[in-house]
């Protein structure tokens, strides 16, 4: 119902109870704790609109003073409506009807229910102008003082709306956000302990705080970090490069002149660089074979000496080629050779610019000294070796592949641990003074028969420090004759020798080669006095054990020269001295 009048809905009292509420006292000058002052009618009171009669049965309510004290005579004398039956205890309090037409009550509707909202009481309506007679009230008073319909009753704090606690928002500078109408959002963490209400103040639910703002301050420090680290990185990575390079630059590494070309004289590197220009590589093929090898030259007009073994198997000039350290090549023809001390010479003709290489004595040789070798070991040109003279006159003895002794040679050689492997065959062996002491001839080597192998005959050819030379004065007289005469002579004693005597020194033998006399008649030994039987103990106050022994050292002397031999003849020691024979070498 919307008659244009507020309506106060309450909650009715009964007679007795109404009775003992005492009514509010009033004082002289108007203070009382809830009457209000009448408001004052507008000039014009505004127009009513016509209700059909019998629809309402409430006659009109009074206003102002004259309503006021009609209710207050009414609850004086009784004469007021009577108050419904009391309610029992425990039983449901009865809610209020609505009086419609006809007198007929019913339940307020949706749209006539106040609804209780978070604003303030709305201002009382100005009371109408009063065109009926004195009508009395439709309630009696209750309880709670609240005024008959129709007339504006003291203002009452609006019943309490529980809300759940907010969190307090910071303070903010700025406008309030404006309420918010609707239903109260459930507490995120459950239900929570209800608060007073204040209606005067910003209505509507808490408002979540705002998101809080960034500190400058964190953002400059996480910056700095991200710096640091990036720069820490950015320099440790630098400083690596520089250590394992050196800087940022490109690296020079300092380097001496190479002009700074000196070297000493009678250093290897000395003896080397005036010696290699007179070394040549021989390559022979011949005799189903083929094989490489050294040699030097030893004048001017083309004569090169090296090893017998070297060109053994050459047959004419076409199977020998000689290069030179210049790397400039020719033919080469054999002059001549001698198996019994592995030694030959050939020729080149139609080359300019040798340089023979200066010989020296090496009967002055002594043990320690210092010695360089140049060859061409399996093929490698120009290879230089050093060391030193390990020990002089070391009887040797190489070859005897054929087996009936005639390529059997005999060496007083000079040892040295330069190192020599096949292919320096032929090669020099140069003193301090670059001067050729010796002929590079053979070595000792690894895995040969019971390890007394040399040259070819080992099983594992290769230096062990065990290499062995020609003496250059023997081979300077071999060369000599060799070049003069084609052919070499060998200094002989006119006996032939047990050689299967296993006792120490060279036995003469009992009977000599196809039955012939062991001494031969008129020979340096007949003349001497030697006998069949007898033992050579020593040669010239050396030593000997054995037939190759003295093979060697007598070898090691000219044709005529003379030798004192120590010998033994039944028990007893003998002295005797001859002049050594000759005989053509082979």
């Not at 206003?63 to 009609?70: H, L, N, V």
């Not at 979540?208 to 500190?215: D, F, I, L, T």
């Not at 390559?283 to 490489?292: D, E, I, L, N």
Request: negative net charge; proline residues 13%; hydrophobic residues 30%.
């Amino acid at each position: 119902m919307n008659n244009g009048k507020p309506n106060w809905w309450s909650r009715p009292s009964s007679a007795p109870e109404a009775a003992r509420i005492p009514a509010p006292p009033s004082s002289g000058d108007g203070d009382g704790d809830f009457p209000l002052p009448a408001p004052h009618p507008p000039t014009t009171p505004p127009a009513q609109a016509p209700e059909p009669a019998g629809t309402d049965l409430r006659a009109a309510e009074p206003a102002g003073a004259d309503a006021r004290a009609a209710e207050a005579e009414a609850e004086t004398t009784g004469t007021g409506p009577q108050a419904p039956e009391p309610v029992a205890a425990g039983s449901p309090e009865p809610a209020p009807s609505v009086v419609l037409t006809k007198g007929e009550p019913r339940d307020p509707g949706p749209e006539e229910v106040p609804h209780v909202q978070d604003q303030a009481p709305a201002p009382a309506p100005q009371a109408q102008p009063q065109t009926q007679t004195q009508a009395q009230p439709l309630h009696a008073p209750d309880e709670y003082r609240t005024p008959p319909y129709g007339e504006p009753g003291p203002w009452a704090p609006a019943p309490p709306v529980q809300r759940p606690p907010a969190p307090v928002p910071p303070h903010r500078q700025g406008p309030v956000p404006p309420h918010r109408q609707g239903p109260v959002p459930p507490h995120p963490q459950g239900p929570a302990p209800w608060t007073q209400y204040d209606p005067w103040g910003v209505g509507g639910p808490a408002l979540p705080p705002p998101p809080a703002k960034r500190s400058r301050k964190g953002l400059a420090v996480a910056g700095a970090l991200v710096f640091a680290l990036i720069t820490g990185v950015i320099g440790g990575g630098i400083g690596a490069y520089v250590e394992r390079n050196g800087g940022l630059t490109t690296v020079e590494l300092p380097q001496s002149d190479a002009k700074d070309t000196g070297r000493a004289p009678e250093s290897v590197a000395g003896i080397a660089a005036s010696a290699l220009p007179g070394v040549v590589t021989l390559h022979v093929r011949g005799g189903g074979s083929a094989g490489t090898g050294t040699g030097f030259v030893l004048d001017t007009k083309g004569h090169i000496l090296t090893n017998n073994h070297v060109v053994d198997g050459a047959r004419s000039s076409a199977d020998i080629s000689v290069t030179f350290s210049s790397g400039e090549t020719a033919r080469a023809k054999l002059v001549g050779k001698d198996t019994g001390y592995d030694l030959a010479v050939v020729q080149v003709t139609g080359v300019s610019g040798l340089k023979p290489l200066p010989l020296g004595n090496s009967d002055g040789v002594r043990v320690g000294d210092p010695v360089v070798a140049i060859g061409a070991p399996f093929d490698l040109s120009n290879t230089v070796t050093s060391g030193i003279i390990s020990a002089k006159e070391r009887p040797i003895t190489a070859g005897g592949e054929k087996g009936d002794g005639s390529d059997v040679s005999y060496v007083d050689a000079l040892q040295t641990d330069a190192p020599i492997n096949p292919g320096n065959s032929g090669g020099p062996l140069l003193d301090s003074k670059a001067r050729v002491i010796g002929i590079n001839s053979a070595i000792r080597a690894a895995g040969g028969s019971g390890g007394d192998g040399e040259g070819g005959g080992a099983s594992q050819p290769g230096s062990i420090g065990l290499g062995f030379a020609i003496p250059i004065n023997q081979g300077k007289r071999v060369a000599e004759e060799l070049i003069n005469t084609g052919k070499a002579t060998h200094p002989v004693i006119g006996v032939s020798l047990d050689m299967q005597y296993n006792g120490d020194g060279a036995r003469v033998g009992q009977k000599g080669k196809d039955g012939t006399a062991s001494v031969t008649p008129g020979g340096p030994a007949a003349k001497a006095g030697l006998r069949p039987g007898d033992v050579i103990t020593k040669v010239d106050g050396q030593r000997v054990h054995n037939g190759e022994e003295l093979i060697v050292k007598i070898r090691a002397h000219r044709p005529g020269d003379r030798l004192e031999l120590t010998l033994e003849r039944d028990g007893k020691e003998l002295t005797k001295t001859l002049t050594l024979g000759s005989s053509q070498g082979t």
